[in-house]
């Protein structure tokens, strides 16, 4: 009777220590990650990044709805990793970063729309859409509104977003918050579901290695009926149904995401944010947990093949830690250079992201303590995501009619008119030129480039048409007439081409930068007009793409020489 007694009291105390295990806060409510280990993890997820967009950066969008042959993707070589500083897939985003730390977590959307504006890198897509809404006066959200940006699903947020999630360990809830802050400044609908997507893969990879969970949570933080998450589920149950051919499963989304106009409502061409997903989703599915697996597959899908690998590596990365990345990856890594644009070393984007996700943690109900040996350990609670409401962009909700205040214009020191604010500074600096058919991608306008402050810097409309600086011009009489150009290229890596017409008639041909035989920062070029003596002529010059990447035209000079 006393055993039984004793057996029965022994229970009930099991009972009420397992009941308060379960409850107690900073116990099982909470996830358990110690704070090196989240270091380690969060500097995985950054190299991660860089591992694949350096890698893939050769191919990007020379492959658009074909797989990349086997034999054109690059070899992995010494030091490629240190091609990552002047990657607009990695500056980008610690755009946001600085805005954080500069102005705290609970930053307004207004502040983040100011400091995007004031970005000085170029940009494409919804990127330079949102900017240039920025710039012009129309404030966030409405700077991603599809009434305002034609580009509401492309793929930019999506490319950005690492960060959220790399700052929130096991907290889906503020990666939400953080791409319905960022993400609208330029993307809507599935352009800021596929960021917070990523996002939330990120998060909850600090704490699982089973690549399913990491799947499940990043679709769990976006709105179930959306199209992005259409997406994910049918890459899911393609892998399930085809283990062994990301190549069937790659057709089967080109079938359904690339083909069914249903699909395309919104997008803009390779851009689209659902395509480039399904390449992040190849890589981290066929992958098998292999960094250079998963980079080449992502890779290969193509389109926007050098962001896709490396949002699916900086994932996995994430999920092994830097400690376990091959050393072949990361030898010769500069941890002093700064990323382009940024303030931001390796270890001082490390400390920031650090930084940031602490005081996270303190605002999301969490903890940070010490275990026996004085190691701090961060105590995280666990978080069901609320996503977003549903929002289509083929069907937007209402703008919010917002603008930005004549003392918010005063802090945005680059302010976007379009071609009108672009012909006042040639009729400044290049008077009697007169431009038309000029793109917006890369911020054409009057800047400073290659220590000159008065640059024009001119696009091409699209791939067929070219910018056009028009003029009329009379030819002296007597001596040698020339028209006297000074022309760069946006870097050593970049080209265009450029063609003077005279009367409608070619006078000169060729490209500008790399590859070419003009291929200096700035070069001159002298067109002789003699043989036009005495006569007003109509001259032409025209800034032509050359394979549509990075062809702005720079003018430093352009004048008539009498000799």
Not at 356 to 365: M, P, T
Request: charged letters at 25%; hydrophobic letters at 35%.
């Amino acid at each position: 009777m006393r055993s039984r007694t004793i057996n029965r009291f022994l229970l009930i105390l099991l009972a009420v220590f397992c009941f308060s295990a379960f409850t107690a806060p900073g116990k099982a409510e909470d996830r358990v990650l110690p704070a090196k280990v989240y270091r380690d993890k969060m500097k995985g997820g950054w190299i991660g990044q860089i591992i694949g967009v350096v890698w893939g950066a050769p191919t990007e969008f020379k492959w658009n709805d074909k797989i990349i042959p086997e034999e054109k993707v690059p070899k992995w070589k010494t030091g490629f990793i240190n091609n990552a500083f002047g990657q607009d897939d990695l500056y980008v985003e610690m755009t946001f970063l600085r805005t954080l730390e500069q102005y705290g977590l609970n930053c307004d959307i207004r502040q983040a729309g100011i400091d995007f504006a004031n970005s000085e890198y170029a940009l494409w897509c919804a990127n330079r859409a949102g900017r240039n809404n920025l710039r012009s006066g129309i404030a966030p959200p409405d700077s991603g509104h599809p009434k305002f940006n034609r580009c509401p699903n492309d793929i930019d947020y999506q490319i950005e977003a690492d960060y959220a999630g790399l700052i929130s360990p096991g907290l889906p809830n503020r990666v939400i918050a953080l791409g319905d802050k960022f993400g609208r400044l330029m993307n809507y609908s599935d352009g800021i579901y596929g960021g917070i997507f990523m996002g939330g893969m990120y998060a909850e990879a600090f704490f699982t290695d089973d690549l399913q969970k990491v799947i499940a949570a990043g679709l769990a933080s976006i709105p179930e009926k959306s199209q992005y998450a259409e997406m994910v589920r049918d890459m899911v149950k393609w892998h399930h149904e085809n283990p062994g051919d990301w190549q069937k499963t790659w057709n089967l989304a080109c079938e359904k995401y690339r083909k069914n106009p249903e699909y395309q409502k919104c997008s803009n061409g390779g851009i689209d944010v659902k395509i480039n997903g399904v390449c992040v989703l190849l890589g981290l599915l066929y992958g098998d947990k292999d960094i250079e697996k998963t980079t080449i597959i992502s890779m290969r899908g193509g389109f926007d093949s050098d962001c896709n690998p490396s949002s699916a590596v900086g994932v996995l990365c994430t999920m092994i830690g830097f400690d376990k990345i091959p050393e072949r990856f990361t030898n010769g890594l500069n941890l002093e250079k700064k990323f382009s644009y940024t303030s931001y070393n390796i270890p001082g984007l490390l400390n920031v992201c650090e930084k940031l996700a602490r005081s996270i943690i303190i605002a999301e109900h969490g903890k940070i303590e010490k275990d026996a040996n004085g190691n701090e350990i961060f105590m995280i609670p666990r978080q069901k995501a609320a996503p977003l409401p549903l929002e289509l962009s083929w069907a937007p909700g209402p703008v919010a009619n917002s603008r930005f205040s004549s003392s918010e214009m005063d802090q945005i020191r680059f302010l976007f008119y379009g071609i009108n604010a672009i012909q006042k500074g040639i009729d400044k600096f290049f008077p009697g030129w007169t431009i038309s058919q000029c793109g917006s991608d890369m911020d054409p306008g009057i800047r400073e480039h290659e220590g000159n402050a008065n640059t024009l810097i001119t696009h091409p409309w699209d791939k067929e048409t070219p910018c056009l600086l028009t003029r009329s011009y009379r030819v002296p009489d007597k001596g040698k007439a020339v028209l006297h150009l000074t022309v760069g290229a946006h870097g050593k890596k970049y080209n265009w081409e450029l063609i003077v017409r005279v009367f409608g008639s070619e006078q000169f041909r060729a490209v500008i930068g790399a590859g070419g035989a003009f291929d200096k920062p700035w070069n001159d070029i002298n067109i002789d007009l003699s043989k036009y003596a005495g006569q007003t002529v109509q001259i032409e010059l025209a800034n032509r793409a050359n394979g549509w990447h990075c062809e702005a035209g720079y003018w430093k000079t352009i004048e008539f020489i009498n000799k």
